[in-house]
C-alpha cells in the first residue's frame, strides 16, 4: 500500500494540484484500501467504477490546469445523502433498494468542486443511534482498540462510518450529519475532527429527514484544517430548503491558524457531571490550560439548563421523526411487506421495515404529539429549547466561544449500552445542547485515555461564528498535536 | 403520568406499526422508562417563554406559484414496489 490514502485532504488537494500523483492514482490506492478494510463494515455501496471515471474526469480537468477546490479527492458519503443512480437506504430495511433518480444539494456541491465519490458510509437506521448498532448492515468496527484487549469497539453514531472510514485512511474525508451529535461523538471516538456548522448554513435537500428542525450537515476529517475545507464546499444557499440561510460561506480555511489570542472562551460548570470519568475531566482542564497559554481569557459560564437538554431532545426529535418518517407507507418507493388489505399492508411493511430503535421512537413521537399531550410534551420542548438558547445567548455576552468535552466517556464495546436505551442517550449529553440552539460546535481529538483511546474536545460558537469554532479548535489541535492512528490489526 | 398497555396498542395503530401482544408489555416498559425519565422537563418554569423555531431570525421565503419540474413519470415510478401502466399498483382502499 502506498502512502497516498494517509494524506490529510489539504495535502491530497496539494499533491494533485502539483500533479506529483493522479487523481485515478489516489482513488485506486483507496478502492484497494476498502477491499482489504470490509472486515470494519464501514462501506455499505463501494462505487469503484464510478469513482475512477470521476477520477479520469478529474485528471483531465487538472491537466488543462482547471478544476475545482476539491478536483480528484475522493471521499466517502454518509448512506443519509440521496446519490444518484446510487442505492441510498439511510441503513434501514424499509428503503428497500431505494435508488434516487435525484442527488442532495450537498453532495452536487461536493461533484461541482471535483471531488470523487468512493462509495456510501455505513450509519445507524435513519441516524438514530450512538453505536451503530441499529443498522441494518450491521454496525460499523472501531478501528481503534483499547491496549491489550481486542474487542470490538463502537465508533459511535450515528455517523459512524464515515467516522471509522477516515480514521482508517479508507477516504480523505467524508460528509456526515448530526441531529443530536452524530458527528461531534464518533468523530471523538476515532481520533477525528468533525464539525456541525449553524442551523441553515447547508441545504438539507436530499438528506433522509430525522428531524427537521435538528438536522444538519457537516464533514468528518482527518484535521481541522480538512473540515474547513469540506464544510465550505458543502454549504450553500438552496431554494430547494425553505431553512436554508441566504448568506455568504466564509473563508474558514483561513481561520484555522489564526490562534485564540484575546478570544474569551467560555466554561460551562453545568458541564462536570456527576459520573463523568476523571480522565475526561482532565483532558478538559489540559484544553483549558492550552488556551490559555495561547492568549485567550477563561471566562466561568452558566448554562442552568443543561440537564434540561436530552429530555427535550428525546420529546422533539422523536416527534419530528414520527411525521417525517410517516412517508414510508411502502406504496411509493421502499420495500412493501403485504397484508390482507391497506391498513394490514401499511403496518406489516412499517413493522417489518424499521428496526427496534426506529419503532421505539415514532411511538414516543406519536404519543407525544397524540391528541392531549401535544400542550404537556412537544410544545413544552419547544419552550424548553428557548430557555437552552437563551442560556446560550447570556453566556456569548461574556465569551466568545465554549470550550467543553465531547462525550462523557471513550469508545465503548458493542452491547456494553444497549440493555438501556436512556443510558445509551446520555452519550450526546455534552452534544445535544448545540443543536437545540442551532449553534456551531466542533470535536476535535485532544488526546488518548488510559486505556489509549482518543478523546475529544468540544467548541460551541455562537450562531454564525463557524470561525471561532476552527480558531480554537485548530489551537487544540497545534497544542495537543495529536497524531495517534489506530494500530492496523484488520 | 405513566404509559398504559392500552396507549401503547393505541400509539402503534396510530404509527401504523403492527405489533405482537408480548413485545405490548415489552414497549410498556421501555416507554415509561423514556417517559419517566422526560417528565423532569415539568420542574422547567415556562411561563411566557415563546416556543423555539429558529436560531436564526429568518423569515420563510416565498417564490412564484409556477411548476417547476414535471415529465418524469418514469423517475417517479422507479422505485415503485409494484407499478402498472405508469400507475402505482397499491392494495384496494376504496371497498
Known amino acids: 500500500m502506498t502512502e497516498l490514502t494517509k494524506l490529510t485532504l489539504a495535502a491530497a488537494l496539494d499533491g494533485l494540484k502539483a500533479k506529483s500523483f493522479s487523481a485515478r492514482e489516489i482513488t485506486q490506492d483507496f478502492i484497494q484500501a476498502i477491499e482489504q478494510s470490509r472486515v470494519l463494515n464501514a462501506y455499505v455501496v463501494e462505487t469503484p467504477e464510478k469513482a475512477l471515471a470521476m477520477a479520469d474526469a478529474s485528471d483531465a480537468r487538472l491537466a488543462k490546469g482547471e478544476g475545482g477546490k476539491l478536483e480528484g479527492a475522493p471521499l466517502g458519503i454518509k448512506d443519509l445523502y440521496c446519490t444518484a443512480g446510487v442505492r441510498t437506504t439511510a441503513c434501514s430495511n424499509i428503503l428497500g433498494e431505494f435508488t434516487p433518480t435525484y442527488e442532495s444539494t450537498v453532495t452536487q456541491n461536493l461533484w461541482d468542486q471535483g471531488a470523487v465519490m468512493l462509495g456510501k458510509l455505513n450509519m445507524d437506521e435513519f441516524a438514530m443511534g450512538s453505536s451503530n448498532e441499529t443498522s441494518r448492515f450491521g454496525p460499523v468496527v472501531n478501528p481503534w482498540r483499547r491496549k491489550g484487549d481486542n474487542r470490538d469497539l463502537t465508533p459511535g453514531g450515528s455517523s459512524g462510518g464515515s467516522a471509522a472510514a477516515v480514521a482508517g485512511d479508507l477516504c480523505l474525508a467524508a460528509t456526515a450529519s448530526d441531529t443530536g451529535g452524530s458527528i461531534r461523538q464518533p468523530a471523538a471516538f476515532t481520533g477525528t475532527v468533525g464539525i456541525k456548522p449553524t442551523y441553515g448554513r447547508a441545504s438539507r435537500y436530499g438528506m433522509v429527514a430525522f428531524a427537521s428542525s435538528l438536522d444538519q450537515a457537516g464533514p468528518i476529517s482527518k484535521t481541522v484544517e480538512d473540515s474547513a475545507i469540506l464544510l465550505e464546499a458543502m454549504c450553500s444557499h438552496d431554494p430547494k430548503d425553505s431553512t436554508s440561510l441566504n448568506i455568504e460561506t466564509p473563508d474558514w480555511r483561513s481561520d484555522v491558524a489564526k490562534g485564540v489570542k484575546g478570544m474569551r472562551i467560555g466554561i460551562p460548570k453545568e458541564y462536570r457531571m456527576d459520573g463523568m470519568s476523571e480522565e475526561i475531566d482532565k483532558l478538559w482542564d489540559q484544553g483549558i490550560e492550552w488556551l490559555k497559554a495561547a492568549g485567550a481569557e477563561i471566562v466561568d459560564i452558566s448554562l442552568p439548563h443543561t440537564k434540561y437538554a436530552l429530555p427535550a431532545y428525546y420529546i422533539v426529535a422523536p416527534a419530528e421523526a414520527s411525521s417525517n418518517l410517516a412517508r414510508y407507507d411502502g406504496m411509493r418507493y421502499g420495500a412493501r411487506v403485504d397484508g390482507d388489505n391497506l391498513a394490514s399492508t401499511y403496518e406489516a411493511t412499517r413493522a417489518g421495515g424499521f428496526g427496534a430503535e426506529v419503532q421505539r421512537r415514532l411511538m414516543i413521537g406519536t404519543y407525544v404529539l397524540s391528541s392531549g399531550y401535544y400542550d404537556a410534551y412537544y410544545l413544552r420542548a419547544q419552550k424548553v429549547r428557548t430557555k437552552i438558547l437563551n442560556d446560550f445567548v447570556e453566556a456569548f455576552e461574556s465569551c466568545d466561544a465554549i470550550l467543553t468535552p465531547t462525550c462523557p466517556s471513550p469508545a465503548f464495546a458493542f452491547g456494553e449500552k444497549s440493555g438501556d436505551p436512556v443510558e445509551m442517550y446520555l452519550n450526546d449529553v455534552f452534544t445535544v445542547t448545540a443543536n437545540l440552539a442551532g449553534l456551531p460546535g466542533i470535536s476535535v481529538p485532544a488526546g488518548l485515555s488510559s486505556g489509549g483511546l482518543p478523546l475529544g474536545l468540544q467548541v460551541i460558537g455562537k450562531a454564525l461564528d463557524e470561525a471561532a469554532c476552527f480558531r480554537v479548535g485548530g489551537e487544540l489541535e497545534r497544542a495537543a498535536g495529536f497524531v495517534a492512528k489506530p494500530e492496523k490489526w484488520w | ?95
Open chain 2, 1 to 95: 403520568m405513566s404509559v398504559t398497555k392500552d396507549d401503547v396498542r393505541k400509539v402503534a395503530r396510530l404509527s401504523r406499526i403492527a405489533v405482537t401482544e408480548e413485545h405490548v408489555e415489552e414497549l410498556t416498559g421501555e416507554l415509561n422508562g423514556i417517559m419517566g425519565w422526560i417528565d423532569q422537563l415539568n420542574e422547567v418554569d415556562v411561563d411566557g417563554v415563546e416556543p423555539m423555531t429558529s436560531v436564526v431570525e429568518t423569515k420563510l421565503p416565498m417564490r412564484e406559484d409556477v411548476v417547476t419540474d414535471g415529465n418524469i413519470q418514469d423517475q417517479v415510478l422507479a422505485n415503485a414496489p409494484r407499478s402498472e401502466d405508469g400507475f402505482f399498483v397499491v392494495p384496494k382502499a376504496v371497498e
